[in-house]
């Protein structure tokens, strides 16, 4: 199953749906030169051994406006 680039929240939902066990990684920028926005998307998935999804997680950057 595909995850990356779509919102965690309907990520997290067909996960569910498929009995498959997840775990959530956030990741952020060290500088935040723009403010972040509240939606979590998936930017990396990996599967191990025991078919665990390892999900890394960023907030999308909002432009500012000069």
């Known amino acids: 199953m595909d995850t990356v680039a ?11 749906q498929e009995n498959i066990n997840y ?3 956030m990741t952020q920028p060290s500088r ?3 403010q972040l926005q509240d939606t ?5 998935q990996q599967s191990d051994a025991n078919g ?3 999900l890394t997680v ?8 000069f």
């Open 6 to 16: 779509q919102p965690l929240s309907a990520v997290i939902c067909k996960l569910k």
């Open 23 to 25: 775990t959530v990684t």
């Open 32 to 34: 935040t030169m723009f």
């Open 40 to 44: 979590l998307y998936v930017i990396r």
């Open 52 to 54: 665990i999804y390892n």
């Open 58 to 65: 960023a907030a999308k950057m909002g432009k500012e406006v």
